[in-house]
């Protein structure tokens, strides 16, 4: 089965980007976690970084007929993208949701998320740990 991962906006600066907040991994030691993980699992992953909603949007919609299903960290677009709450809804495939800090108790516009009203679960504060738990999940989701 092949995933899509897909990382939100300035996720490219992990690691130099507010390590107290995000940890002090890089996007590219997260990706081979997410490669190892995702591998003991049985599963195909590929791993996509986007700035802009648009693209993210795009991904979205690629993934529909290229992937079985979907981890997002869509950053702070989590918290006012209807568009790409949207997106989600509309591909048909399992998504689930990540964030690498805890955004409950973080400022309260992050406490909601309209993102992951369109998600089938979400995944939050557990830094890296987070991607590899949403893999799993997706992972009982498709053998279902």
């Avoid at 979205?60 to 960290?73: D, E, F, K």
Wanted: net charge negative; with cysteine.
């Amino acid at each position: 089965m092949r995933v899509l991962v897909v990382h939100g906006p300035n996720l490219n600066l992990l690691g130099e980007r507010q390590p107290e907040v995000y940890g002090s991994e890089t996007l590219a030691e997260l990706d081979a976690a997410i490669g190892d993980g995702a591998g003991k699992l049985g599963l195909e992953v590929h791993c996509e970084q986007y700035n802009s909603e648009g693209r993210i949007i795009d991904a979205l919609h690629a993934a529909r007929s290229a992937y079985a299903g979907v981890v997002i960290n869509p950053g702070a677009y989590s918290h006012y993208s209807y568009a790409i709450a949207d997106a989600i809804a509309a591909i048909g495939i399992p998504v689930v949701e990540v964030h690498l800090s805890n955004v409950a108790a973080r400022e309260a516009f992050r406490r909601v998320s309209v993102t992951a009203a369109a998600c089938r679960g979400t995944v939050s504060g557990l830094g890296s740990r987070g991607y590899l738990l949403a893999l799993r999940a997706l992972s009982e989701i498709l053998s279902e």
